[in-house]
């Protein structure tokens, strides 16, 4: 089991658009939790010199020029802010979904800087989604290597449990405002008390 002092970095992305290799993160957001605590949070946005914002993409995450105009900033200030949590071995990182998409867009943001994109971070990744079908479908926790069993269960299309963020809080009986949701922000504070849930009844 996790220790019961152990730190989580919590995070996540709003994106122009859902292409794997090249679309461009305009908030990411991250919250630093122990136990019941956040310790910090930290919600950025970021400068590009191209930005492409479809209306659908404004419509679900409330995308507004305004306050990106006001709060943005230089893509290498904010990563070099993140990349002090995301490559310290002391996190165990959470968020829903992070290996089917976020862990992408983070490679986006990498050679956008010229960087190689570097993924030694992946093995402490617990994602939300795959704990979260793992738990609904009844599938025993291996003992080994809980990387590949993530990815393995979030390609596994047998698998039928419904496992959105949304259909996550409901099913938990978690409290939240759905007009929220798809704000980087709220969308971390939610997914850590989800994993909450899952970490009690997974015995993690």
């Given at each position: 089991m996790l220790p019961s002092n152990q730190k989580y970095l919590v995070f996540d992305t709003?994106?122009?658009g859902l292409n794997l290799f090249s679309s461009k993160t305009w908030q990411l957001s991250w919250i630093v939790c122990q136990g019941n605590?956040?310790?910090?949070?930290?919600?950025?946005?970021?400068?590009h010199k191209e930005l492409n914002i479809p209306e659908v993409v404004k419509k679900i995450t409330g995308f507004n020029w305004d306050t990106?105009?006001?709060?943005?900033?230089?893509?290498?200030?904010?990563?070099?802010?993140?990349?002090n949590y995301i490559f310290d071995p002391q996190y165990i990182v959470v968020g829903q979904n992070l290996l089917g998409f976020d862990v992408y867009m983070l490679a986006?943001?990498?050679?956008?800087?010229?960087?190689?994109?570097d993924y030694s971070y992946l093995p402490?990744?617990?994602?939300?989604?795959?704990?979260?079908?793992?738990?609904r479908e009844e599938l025993e926790r291996p003992k080994g290597n809980l990387l590949s069993w993530?990815?393995?269960?979030?390609?596994?299309?047998?698998?039928?449990?419904?496992?959105?963020?949304?259909?996550?809080?409901?099913?938990?009986?978690?409290?939240?405002d759905e007009s929220k949701l798809h704000n980087a922000l709220y969308d971390?504070?939610?997914?850590?008390q989800i994993f909450l849930k899952l970490k009690k009844h997974m015995d993690l």
């Open positions: 709003e994106t122009e605590k956040t310790l910090e949070t930290h919600d950025e946005f970021i400068i990106y105009n006001r709060k943005a900033k230089p893509l290498d200030e904010v990563w070099s802010k993140f990349e986006v943001l990498q050679r956008l800087l010229g960087q190689e994109p402490r990744i617990l994602d939300t989604r795959a704990l979260g079908k793992a738990y993530q990815y393995k269960i979030i390609n596994d299309r047998s698998l039928k449990a419904k496992v959105s963020q949304n259909q996550l809080l409901k099913f938990f009986d978690i409290e939240f971390i504070k939610m997914c850590y």
